[in-house]
Structure formats: C-alpha cells, structure tokens
C-alpha cells in the first residue's frame, strides 16, 4: 500500500497522522483488507437472515407518551427552535 493510499484511507476516516506514521499504518491497513477479503471468501448461504435470528427477541414497538418537550429542554445548555444545540462533532469540507 503506497503512502498516498494511506493519506486517502486516513482522510475517509477523518484521521491524521504524521508522515512517519503514514509509513507505519500500510502495513496495519494492508492486514485489515487482507482480513476482509478473508471473510468475502466465507460461505453464507446457510445464514438466515438477522431478522428472523431475534424473531420472539425482540418486543414490539408500542407508541407511549413522552416527557414533555420544556421538561427535557431545562436543563440543556443551549436549545433552538425546541431543539437541544450540541457542538459540532464531525467536520464537512464546507467548514
């Protein structure tokens, strides 16, 4: 894996490393592919589907009144238009 890749997977994952660590995490990246492309070659045929796994597991979605909305909105530091105002945590390349 080329030190490029690396800066381009690193990117996706909204990482940074310094250019020495670049050239540790090829060799990281590589083994993690190598491991999925282990569990691509696993037969799946027989698996059922998850929803039919937990059927009975789960309980059914019952429609229940909620605490009123100026109740949970008391204690939060900031709210706007009825809404709780977080700080951002994930950067776009817009800002």
């Known amino acids: ?3 490029e890749e690396v800066k381009h997977i690193a990117h996706l994952s ?3 490393f310094t250019e020495e660590k670049l050239d540790e995490f090829a060799p990281a990246f ?3 592919i190598a491991m999925v492309d282990t569990l691509l070659e696993c037969p799946v045929d027989d698996i059922t589907e998850a929803e039919q796994q ?3 597991f789960l309980r059914p979605d019952v429609v229940k009144p909620s ?3 100026d109740i ?3 204690g939060a530091p900031a709210k706007e238009a009825g ?3 977080t700080p ?3 950067e776009t390349e817009e800002n």
């Open 1 to 3: 894996m080329t030190k």
């Open 14 to 16: 909204r990482l940074s």
């Open 30 to 32: 590589e083994h993690i």
């Open 54 to 56: 937990y059927e009975g």
């Open 67 to 69: 605490i009123p909305r």
């Open 72 to 74: 949970l909105l008391a």
């Open 83 to 85: 809404c709780v105002v």
């Open 88 to 90: 951002r945590t994930i």
